[in-house]
Antibody, heavy 123, light 113 residues
Framework: QVQLVESGGGVVQPGTSLRLSCAASGFTFSNYGLHWVRQAPGKGLEWVAFISYHGNNKYHADSVKDRFTISRDNSKNTLYLQMNSLSAEDAAVYYC????????????????WGQGTLVTVSS | DIVMTQSPDSLAVSLGERATINCKSSQSVLYSSNNKNYLAWYQQKPGQPPKVLIYWASTREFGVPDRFSGSGSGTDFTLTISSLQAEDVAVYYCQQYYTTPLAFGGGTKVEIK
């Protein structure tokens, strides 16, 4: 079955960088668009970024544009999120999530989610 | 950007009774070329990731109990739990996927009265 396993979270100081990873299995990774969605402690869900199956199309939320970059390595079945200039507002559980079929691009709902990785930003 | 607004923020319903959650989008999420509403509903239990219940506003995901149903079109949508069970205690979110940036409602917490 589909598995999405996030890693790379931790406690970081404001202004620093972090790279999250999402290792995927159980489906043909290179055929599917993927997303990052975050959830601040006790808060709701916020879409962060999307990358197409081939990696050529990327969209980022305005709140992270120019600081965060989504990428993927189809040879390693892994999705990434490079996060720079982190602030307290970026503290959240970060989930990777998958499009339901190869037919979907950025305009998609999510049929599978990882368990998330927690990013804490504190001095 | 499309803004999604859910109501109420929370509700308490007796076991076996109906729960109704509303979701309103700031602009229509109905795509005229295919007559589909780009609206999904999720359930999130504590400590777990969200789970999709409904997509295209009214299509139930495989394996989701039929007590969950979605309705509405354009800008106004409803998730109904026809007979609340103990395992339905969770936070429910709507999401529009008509356009990026994708957007979620603020969530509705459902509890047992």
């Amino acid at each position: 079955q589909v598995q999405l396993v996030e890693s790379g979270g931790g406690v970081v100081q404001p202004g620093t960088s972090l790279r999250l990873s999402c290792a995927a299995s159980g489906f043909t990774f290179s055929n599917y668009g993927l997303h990052w969605v975050r959830q601040a402690p006790g808060k709701g869900l916020e879409w962060v970024a999307f990358i197409s199956y081939h990696g050529n199309n990327k969209y980022h939320a305005d709140s992270v544009k120019d600081r965060f970059t989504i990428s993927r390595d189809n040879s390693k079945n892994t999705l990434y999120l490079q996060m720079n200039s982190l602030s307290a507002e970026d503290a959240a559980v970060y989930y990777c999530a998958k499009n339901p079929s190869p037919d979907y691009g950025g305009n998609s709902y999510f049929d599978d989610w990882g368990q998330g990785t927690l990013v804490t930003v504190s001095s | 950007d499309i803004v999604m607004t859910q109501s109420p923020d929370s509700l308490a319903v007796s076991l076996g009774e109906r729960a109704t959650i509303n979701c309103k989008s700031s602009q229509s999420v109905l795509y005229s070329s295919n007559n589909k509403n780009y609206l999904a509903w999720y359930q999130q239990k504590p400590g777990q990731p969200p789970k999709v219940l409904i997509y295209w506003a009214s299509t139930r995901e495989f394996g989701v109990p039929d007590r969950f149903s979605g309705s509405g079109s354009g800008t106004d949508f409803t998730l109904t739990i026809s007979s609340l069970q103990a395992e339905d205690v969770a936070v429910y979110y709507c999401q529009q996927y008509y356009t990026t940036p994708l957007a979620f409602g603020g969530g509705t917490k459902v509890e047992i009265k």
